[in-house]
Every structure is written in structure tokens, then in C-alpha cells.
């Protein structure tokens, strides 16, 4: 039995990062495939985890902290007691399990885990998504840190900024009596606020405040986590996946008999127009995303989509919007896509195809 022990230093790869480990079911996968770009302190146990990372002064403490799900599930009270400890702020948390159990993958999104792994999974996708962990979550813990970061990377060209001004204000003026019957209508519909104000995710990591008109119950949020697991339209499509990155809920019950309305005519949109005329999107773009679904999209392949224009419309209204068949896949695809590629053609060419595309029947 193997308590504590290390893997060499690989200097050729680069390794730097040192990951505490707790399990023995995937150990010798892990140390075989991710030995030469990690540096492994060895734990079977959670409460040798526990002991290990007592021992750590502020200089040694690791990087990451990959445990394996044990029988009695103590791993997640030691989450929570690693939560507690100031020194550890800041260390990327990841599970592994062999076991395909969703109250597991419930328990480890409650707990805010970085990521969690179900065996079988591809050992090089574990070993990108740790790099990534470290590079974004670790050096900018928070996302609004991260937004501090890289939201240089994006600027607005000054002709799309013009488009944004003139076709936001337009509105406004234009849509002004139709927002004031809306608002009536909701307050006499149901109890609650008019409008609904989230945290989203725009340009470079950007988070800001998000408004739509109130289409849902009061309690919408606290219904999310259950729903997202039994009603998300988008199904995790790969073994070993947690969760999907995306959440749309299909036949929602959390929304309003009105709110079904102004969803399908896409009026609960409307007060996004202010958030266009404050600069936080723009009229095209890639739709800012809620922190959750943010946090779930930092890997390599996906985070280009946040270093294009957030947007009020975009290539997935046009195209996809509403439709059963449509994977989680495509929709980053497209999201990909047009942060690489958009143009002020392009925003023409949706914005002309956005009308047709409001009207959705399918409800998702």
C-alpha cells in the first residue's frame, strides 16, 4: 500500500503544478497518463488527504486537489472542510468517480466543485481541463477577476458601437408604449417584480447586470438545479461529462401563463435594450451567459466564444433557436464561429434573419 508517495519531476513537459490525490480505484491510470505533467502527492484515503494537507505550510500547500468518491462519501465533508481553511482559498477541487450516480454529480454542483469526472473518461481531457483550471481559476479565482484580465482582448469597432447606439434608441422610442402595456400586464398577472435582473457573463469574461422582462415565478432560481438535471435540453453527450454546459429547461414549469406569451413573441427581451445602449452587449453577438453555465465553458476549445461581442441576437437565434434537435455542440460551434468571423455584413445578415426567427413555437 502506497501512502503519500510522489512522481519523479518531469522536466521536459514542463510540470510545475502539484496535485494532492485521495483514492486507489484510478490511481494507477492517473499516475500512468498524467504522471509525466503533474507532480502526485499519493493519498489512499481521505482522511490521509486530510492529514497530507495539515501538513502544508502556505509555500507547499498544491495546486489541485483530485479525490476519488469513496464508498462512505466522505470526500465531500472534506470539500467543505478545505472550504474552511483560509490557506486552502484558491485550490482547484475536482472529483473522480466510478460510479454513474447523479445525486453525486447534484452533491458536487452544490458544492461549487470545479469539475467531476465519471469513469470511464478520457485521461487527456482530464489533463487539459486541470492546465486550464490552473491558468484561469487558480491565478483569478473569481470571475470578475478574470474579467479584469482578459476583457482587453476585445475591443468595439466603432461602427458596430454606432449601429448598437442607433438601433437601441430607435426602439426605445419606437417600443416605448408596448414596454409600459407589458409591464402592466405582468404586475397584474402575478406577484413579483416587473423586471428580472441576473448576473451574465459578456466579452472577455465580463460579468454584468442582465435585464428581462419577469416571465417566471418568484422562486424560478431555487428550481433551477433540479430542473437543469431532469429537464435540461441539453443532455450531456459524452460519457464522463458532469453536466451540460448550457441549461434551457424544456416545457419550463417555473414560467408565468403571460410569461409564455412574451417568451414566444421574444418581448421579455426588450429591456436588454438598455443594457445595448450602456455598452455591456451589443445588438449581435454571442448571448452573455449566466456565471454557471460561464464557469462550465473555460476550457480551451470553448472559452473563444467570450472573446467576441456579447449580443441581444446571434447566429444560434437564426439558425437553431428552439428546436429539439439542436446539441450542445452546435450551439458552441456557432458561438465559436461568429467570435471569430463576425463582421458587419454578418450582423446585417442576422439581424434581417432575427424577425422570423422570434416567433418560436417549440417550448424550450
Given at each position: ?116 469526472y465519471t469513469y470511464p473518461f478520457a485521461t487527456s481531457d482530464l489533463r487539459e481541463r486541470l492546465n486550464f483550471l490552473v491558468r484561469f481559476k487558480l491565478i483569478k479565482p473569481k ?5 479584469k484580465e482578459v476583457d482587453t482582448t476585445y475591443k468595439m469597432p466603432a461602427g458596430k458601437r454606432f449601429l448598437d447606439l442607433f438601433i437601441s434608441i430607435t426602439m426605445l422610442i419606437c417600443l416605448s408604449p408596448i414596454m409600459l ?184
Open positions: 500500500m502506497m501512502n503519500q508517495t510522489t512522481t519523479n519531476w518531469n522536466e521536459n513537459s514542463g510540470s510545475q503544478i502539484n496535485v494532492a490525490y485521495a483514492g486507489l480505484e484510478l490511481r494507477e491510470l492517473i499516475a500512468k497518463d498524467l504522471g509525466d505533467s503533474f507532480h502526485f502527492a499519493f493519498n489512499d484515503t481521505v482522511e490521509q488527504l486530510g492529514e497530507y494537507l495539515g501538513n502544508q505550510s502556505i509555500l507547499t500547500i498544491p495546486e489541485i486537489v483530485l479525490m476519488e468518491v469513496d464508498k462512505e462519501e466522505k470526500c465531500f465533508a472534506m470539500v467543505e472542510t478545505l472550504r474552511k481553511n483560509f490557506l486552502m482559498n484558491g485550490v482547484i477541487i475536482v472529483m473522480l468517480s466510478t460510479r454513474a450516480d447523479k445525486r453525486l454529480v447534484q452533491t458536487a454542483i452544490k458544492l461549487k466543485l470545479h469539475d467531476f470571475l470578475l477577476e478574470i474579467g402595456i407589458v409591464a402592466l400586464a405582468i404586475k397584474l398577472d402575478s406577484k413579483g417584480p416587473i423586471f428580472y435582473k441576473s448576473k451574465r457573463v459578456g466579452t472577455g469574461y465580463k460579468v454584468f447586470d442582465f435585464y428581462k422582462f419577469r416571465s417566471m415565478r418568484t422562486d424560478a432560481d431555487q428550481l433551477l438545479a433540479k430542473l437543469s438535471e431532469t429537464n435540461n435540453q441539453y443532455a450531456a453527450e459524452e460519457t464522463g461529462v458532469a453536466k451540460s454546459a448550457f441549461v434551457k429547461i424544456k416545457n419550463d414549469p417555473r414560467i408565468t401563463k403571460l410569461g409564455n406569451f412574451l417568451r414566444n413573441s421574444s418581448l421579455d427581451e426588450l429591456p436588454q435594450l438598455f443594457n445595448i445602449l450602456r455598452g455591456d452587449m451589443s445588438v449581435v453577438g454571442n448571448r452573455p451567459l449566466p456565471v454557471y453555465e460561464a464557469e462550465m465553458l473555460t476550457s480551451n476549445e470553448w472559452s473563444m466564444r467570450f472573446l467576441g461581442p456579447a449580443g441581444l441576437t446571434g447566429l444560434w437565434q437564426i439558425s437553431k433557436r428552439g428546436k429539439e434537435d439542436m446539441s450542445e455542440r452546435e450551439r458552441k460551434k456557432l458561438d465559436n464561429f461568429y467570435a471569430q468571423k463576425y463582421s458587419f455584413w454578418l450582423d446585417l445578415k442576422i439581424i434581417f434573419g432575427t424577425i422570423p426567427a422570434m416567433l418560436q413555437k417549440e417550448k424550450v
